[in-house]
């Protein structure tokens, strides 16, 4: 059964910088687009940024500049550095897969892992 496992989330201050990890089990995902997500209380998921099979990568407008997106296809894994974190980057962080390239839209998404905590202190 395929499977995702985030981690790296913390409890970090304004401006410093947390590096997610998610890890995919049980197929490989190099065909696939692997996305982060992120959900604050009481919001709805909010895309964050996109790295699909052909390498292209894609950032919500809010994130761009300070979040990197990267994957290692031979380890299974996708990362996400961020940096120069804001109390309102503040969220659970999921990373999710789909066969569709190019989507931001969180109901293309088939597999979701558990999230991941990121609470950023002013």
């Known amino acids: 059964q395929a499977q995702l496992v985030e981690s790296g989330g913390g409890l970090v201050q304004a401006g410093g910088s947390l590096r997610l990890s998610c890890a995919a089990s049980?197929?490989?995902?190099?065909?696939?687009?692997v996305g982060w997500f992120r959900q604050a209380p009481g919001k709805e998921h909010e895309f964050v940024a996109a790295?699909?099979?052909?390498?292209?990568?894609d950032y919500a407008d809010s994130v761009k500049g300070r979040f990197t997106i990267s994957r290692d296809n031979a380890a299974n894994t996708v990362f996400l550095q961020i940096s120069d974190l804001k109390p309102e980057d503040t969220a659970v962080y999921y990373c999710a897969a789909t066969p569709s390239s190019g989507t931001r839209w969180h109901n293309d998404y088939f597999y979701w892992g558990q999230g991941t905590q990121v609470t950023v202190s002013s």
């Open positions: 790295f699909n099979s052909g390498g292209r990568t």
């Open positions: 049980g197929r490989t995902f190099s065909s696939y687009t």
